[in-house]
């Protein structure tokens, strides 16, 4: 996982970042942006226009999220590599916060394609909308392939040819 974190930047760069794969990427790095406590009190459900929703359970959780937000943003942000995030609104939603907290309903399974990168399946399971979720696979193992192969051809031009 970590290094698909540390290569998400590359990721959403090389993509352009249009807003569902932001979206994505935001969703997908939430618990690691704010921690393993943090993220199983509050989830995101939607970036739009760079501000992301997130859900909480109470009043009391939703206060302490308004008080930490630019926190979160830095955070968040720090791990995107770049302001995708300029606000986020909390809304208390116990309900889907919930629904959200339990195993992944097979719609949200991803089908495992020994193409993709562990790291890359792992994260997209925790992505709820199943288009939001085959846009952010499908950036991030295009970014991937386009760096590999860049990497083979700069590893072939600097092959020394044999000469005898």
């Known amino acids: ?4 974190i540390r290569a998400l930047p590359a990721i959403l760069k090389a993509s352009g970042a249009p807003e569902e ?3 994505a990427a935001c969703v997908a790095m939430w618990k690691h942006a704010v921690g393993e406590g943090l993220s199983s009190q509050a989830f995101p459900i939607q970036l739009r226009d760079r501000k992301l ?4 359970d109470d009043n009391l959780w939703k206060k302490e999220l308004e008080q930490m937000r630019g926190q979160l943003i830095y955070r968040l942000n720090s791990v995107l590599g770049q302001g995708m995030v300029t606000s986020i609104e909390v809304r208390v939603d116990p309900k889907t916060l919930a629904a959200s ?5 097979e719609s949200r399974k991803v089908p495992v ?3 993709v990168p562990a790291e890359l399946v792992g994260a997209a399971a925790g992505i709820e909308d199943a288009g939001l979720r085959r846009a952010f696979l499908g950036a991030a193992t295009s970014c991937i392939r386009r760096v590999e192969a860049s990497k083979r051809e700069a590893g072939a031009a600097t092959e020394v040819p044999n000469l005898i």
Not at 101 to 105: H, K, V
């Open 1 to 4: 996982m970590d290094n698909f």
């Open 101 to 105: 907290r339990g195993a992944a309903p």
């Open 21 to 23: 794969v932001a979206e």
């Open 113 to 115: 394609d020994y193409a």
């Open 53 to 56: 929703v997130v859900l909480v």
